[in-house]
C-alpha cells in the first residue's frame, strides 16, 4: 500500500513539474519533455493518454500554443475586450528602452518601475489565459497579477540584471495566480465538507422525524446516531438554524 501510495504521490509532483516548467516556458511544453519527466514511472499508454487530457483541461500547449480563448465565459471575453482596450493608451518600451529603464528600476527609480509595470501589464493578461476555468474568473487573476508586479518592480535589487527582469516579473506572476488558484480549490473543498456535514445531519433528522411524527431533538438525534454533540450544533450553525425537522433549542 505504501508503494503505490508512494507512487500516487510522485506522480502528482511530476505532474506539477511539467504543468509549471510549461508555464515558465509561454504555456508550452513538448512531448519529449513530457515522455521523459514522468520515464521512471514507467506509465503505460492509457496513462499518459491520462496526462495528456490534464494539460489540455489547464491549457497547456504540447508542441504547440493552446487556444486559451476556449476556455472563458462570455462574461469575461467582454472583460477581458474591455480591459485590453484600456490598456491600448499605454506606452510599450523599445528593446533598448527596455534595457534602460529595467537598470534604472534595478537601481530603485520610482518613475522607471512605474514604466515598468505599464509595460508588462498586457502580460499579465496572458498569463491569466492561462489559468482560465480553474475556478477563478479572470478579472480576479489579473488582479492578482497586477498585484504581484507592482510589487515586483519594487524587488528588481534582487535580480540585477536588466535581462533577467521579465523572467523574475513573470514568475512572480505565475505565482500569484496558481496562490490564489489553490486557495479557492482549498475553499472550495471546505464548502464541500460543509455542506455534507449539514446535508447529513438533515438527512438523519428527516428519517427520524418521520418515525416519530414531530420535530427532533439534538438530544434525540444524538441517540439514535452516536454522533456528538458537536457535529450536529456545527451542521445547525453552518445551515444557519434552518434544518427543518431538528429542534435546535438548547439542551435542557
Known sequence: MGNIDNKEKEFA??????????????????????????????????????VYDYLKKHNVGVDEAPDTGESLTDEEKNYLDDYIESLKGLRRLSESELEAVSMQAINGEKTAQGQLIEH???????????????????????????????KGVTMLEAVGEPAEVESFLYNLMLDAMENIIEDNLSEDAGSQKVL???????DRARELSEDLRRKVTVEELMEETGWDEDKIRSAIRFSGDNIEDLDSGEKK
Do not use: C, H, W
Open 120 to 150: 508588462y501589464l498586457p502580460l499579465v493578461v496572458d498569463v491569466a489565459r492561462m489559468y482560465s476555468e480553474q475556478g477563478v474568473y479572470v478579472e480576479d487573476l489579473i488582479g492578482e497579477g497586477n498585484v504581484a508586479l507592482t
Open 196 to 202: 455534507e456535514l449539514v446535508n447529513e445531519v438533515a
Open 13 to 50: 509532483e511530476i505532474l506539477k513539474f511539467v504543468t509549471r516548467t510549461a508555464r515558465e516556458n509561454r504555456n508550452v511544453i513538448s512531448k519529449e519533455q513530457v515522455e521523459m519527466a514522468f520515464a521512471e514511472l514507467d506509465l503505460d499508454e492509457k496513462q499518459m493518454e491520462l
